[in-house]
């Protein structure tokens, strides 16, 4: 694997659901972001983890709950989602956070 | 707070039809300017980074420039496999030094 792999390419889970999102990472990079990409609009930042720490919570509903066990793995948690939260999930890694960022394919979430 | 503006929302040329997109952007102090493109379904892929006015950079047929309100993307001689959707994003100085701002995006489609 090289760059930055996201499991699953595809969800649908319903409003009462708990899933997770998995990000890995084979740069060496020490900082990890979870974004938001919805139809007709810019991409959103939601999390930003540096050496394995949270710098960054961009005021995200609590039903999205990141974890970042190691530099390498990063994890979004859902859980009681809603409709409005059907998006492209795209995680992102950097080698320092003021460096470019290197996107994931990202996982096409449908909240039935 | 940082405003990132791309124009035109979507542009059409015919191969070898040569243009530029724009991305207007407003930063307390701009750390770098990102050009990225997205390919349908897929996350966004790293183009290119400017860090003061007057800076160019090159890749292939693409050339991007800055200037203290703005970057422009030229595309010389375009071919259908540059058809995709570009992305601009600015990153200001701030103490974690990781928010990027993205703009909505600028649809390019190239025909043969």
């Known amino acids: 694997e090289t760059g930055v792999t996201q499991t699953p390419r595809h969800l649908v889970m319903g409003m009462t659901n708990k899933k997770s999102l998995k990000c890995e990472q084979h740069?060496?990079?020490?900082?990890m972001y979870w974004y938001k990409q919805s139809a007709k609009k810019p991409l959103e930042l939601m999390f930003v983890?540096?050496?394995?720490?949270?710098?960054e919570n961009n005021s995200v509903p609590s039903r999205f709950s990141p974890e970042c066990p190691n530099s390498s793995h990063l994890f979004l948690h859902l859980h009681t989602l809603q409709p409005e939260d059907s998006a492209l999930y795209l995680c992102?890694?950097?080698?320092?956070?003021?460096?470019?960022?290197?996107f994931g394919p990202g996982t096409r979430l449908t909240v039935l | 707070e940082d405003q990132v503006t791309q124009s035109p929302e979507a542009l059409r040329l015919q191969e070898g039809e040569s243009s530029s997109l724009n991305c207007s952007y407003t930063?307390?102090?701009?750390?770098?300017l990102f050009w990225y493109r997205q390919d349908p379904g897929k996350g966004p892929e790293f183009l290119f980074t400017?860090?003061?006015a007057g800076e160019e950079k090159e890749k292939e047929r693409l050339k991007a420039t800055l200037t203290k309100k703005e970057s422009f993307l030229h595309i010389t001689a375009p071919k259908p496999e540059d058809s995709a959707t570009y992305l601009c994003?600015?990153?200001?100085?701030?103490?974690?030094?990781?928010?990027?701002?993205f703009g909505e995006g600028t649809q390019l489609t190239v025909n043969p």
């Open positions: 740069l060496g990079h020490n900082a």
């Open positions: 930063v307390s102090g701009l750390r770098g």
């Open positions: 400017l860090y003061s």
């Open positions: 983890y540096s050496l394995e720490e949270r710098v």
């Open positions: 994003a600015v990153q200001a100085y701030e103490a974690s030094g990781s928010r990027l701002t």
């Open positions: 992102a890694s950097s080698q320092e956070l003021s460096n470019e960022q290197f």
